[in-house]
């Protein structure tokens, strides 16, 4: 990242590129969730009789150093830009 900015992301991808801090759903066991109502379908299951869950994981990431400038901390053009 070019030009970083602190945010919050919702996938931990984020904060491995530069971002400050995600908090989100854990995918790997939604995904497997996913693969067992797939798998129900062939078997005779109705898709409209499946129940729908919501995710029972979450993630917090964060950088383990403080951000080298907030955007509050600094003048238009000098060390924020959009992002892209």
Do not use: N
Request: charged fraction near 25%.
């Amino acid at each position: 990242m070019e030009h970083p900015l602190p945010a919050m992301f919702i996938q931990k991808d984020y904060v491995r590129a530069g971002g400050l801090m995600s908090y989100g759903v854990d995918f790997v066991p939604m995904y497997r969730r996913a693969a067992d109502y797939v798998a129900k379908i062939p078997k005779g299951a109705k898709a409209g009789d499946l129940p729908v869950e919501q995710a029972t994981k979450f993630e917090f990431w964060s950088t383990s150093r403080p951000p080298e400038r907030s955007a509050s901390s600094c003048r238009l053009g000098s060390c924020c830009a959009p992002m892209r």
